[in-house]
């Protein structure tokens, strides 16, 4: 089995690629070893001790290095916990955990009744331009809410810390919203 290696736009986070599905729907951003808890797979990368995320996309897995981490000399110890798991076709959540990222109500904004049409055009937006190529860059933008014309996305994975992440926001995602709905006036990351 050969497992791929893609740099992001975020130094501290590489995007692995093990030729295979590894989330059959959603996706499931991990930032504390507690939350990994939930997945043999997440709780074994955070168990070498130089980790500060895990996320997992439909086909991959993006690890956040630790500040002052190496990359050299922490990758083949992911590389080797990676193999060992998709080699043995071990399963990616242990039973009775969630495998998908959380509702979007969660933590999110009560979006008000009268502005479905808006938040169902912005979430078409996020969905079918911005979530895919997020992903390309090893992360995944969440929508949160909507209010009086701002727009809360949750930045996970690879974009979550980013230094281009500001960027991407504004000149973006932002500009893309704006352009597509005029009722947003801006993006804030929550």
Same mark, same amino acid.
């Given at each position: 089995?050969?497992?791929?290696?893609?740099?992001?736009?975020?130094?501290?986070?590489?995007?692995?690629? #093990?030729?295979?599905?590894?989330?059959? @729907? /959603?996706?499931?951003?991990? +930032?504390?070893? %507690?939350?990994?808890?939930?997945? !043999?797979?997440?709780?074994?990368?955070?168990?070498?001790?130089?980790?500060?995320?895990?996320?997992?996309?439909?086909?991959?897995?993006?690890?956040?290095?630790?500040?002052?981490?190496?990359?050299?000399?922490?990758?083949?110890?992911?590389?080797?916990?990676?193999?060992?798991?998709?080699?043995?076709?071990? #399963?990616?959540?242990?039973?009775?955990? @969630? /495998?998908?990222?959380?509702? +979007?109500?969660? %933590?999110?904004?009560?979006?008000? !009744?009268?502005?479905?049409?808006?938040?169902?055009?912005?979430?078409?937006?996020?969905?079918?331009?911005?979530?895919?190529?997020?992903?390309?860059?090893?992360?995944?933008?969440?929508?949160?809410?909507?209010?009086?014309?701002?727009?809360?996305?949750?930045?996970?994975?690879?974009?979550?810390?980013?230094?281009?992440?500001?960027?991407?926001?504004?000149? /973006?995602?932002?500009?893309?919203?704006?352009?597509?709905?005029?009722?947003?006036?801006?993006?804030?990351?929550?």
């Amino acid at each position: 089995m050969l497992i791929e290696t893609e740099t992001t736009p975020n130094p501290a986070t590489l995007k692995f690629l #093990p030729g295979r599905t590894v989330m059959d @729907a /959603g996706t499931r951003d991990f +930032a504390t070893p %507690e939350e990994a808890e939930a997945s !043999p797979l997440a709780e074994a990368i955070f168990n070498l001790g130089d980790v500060t995320g895990v996320f997992f996309g439909r086909d991959f897995v993006s690890v956040t290095a630790a500040p002052g981490v190496e990359w050299p000399s922490l990758k083949p110890d992911v590389l080797a916990i990676l193999l060992d798991h998709f080699s043995a076709n071990m #399963p990616l959540f242990k039973p009775a955990s @969630a /495998g998908f990222t959380v509702p +979007a109500d969660d %933590e999110g904004l009560a979006d008000d !009744p009268a502005d479905a049409d808006i938040v169902a055009q912005i979430r078409e937006l996020i969905d079918t331009r911005v979530r895919p190529a997020v992903a390309n860059d090893g992360g995944d933008i969440v929508y949160r809410g909507f209010d009086k014309g701002k727009v809360y996305l949750r930045m996970q994975g690879a974009c979550s810390g980013c230094p281009s992440s500001t960027a991407t926001l504004k000149n /973006g995602i932002e500009q893309l919203l704006k352009y597509y709905v005029p009722e947003v006036t801006e993006v804030r990351a929550v």
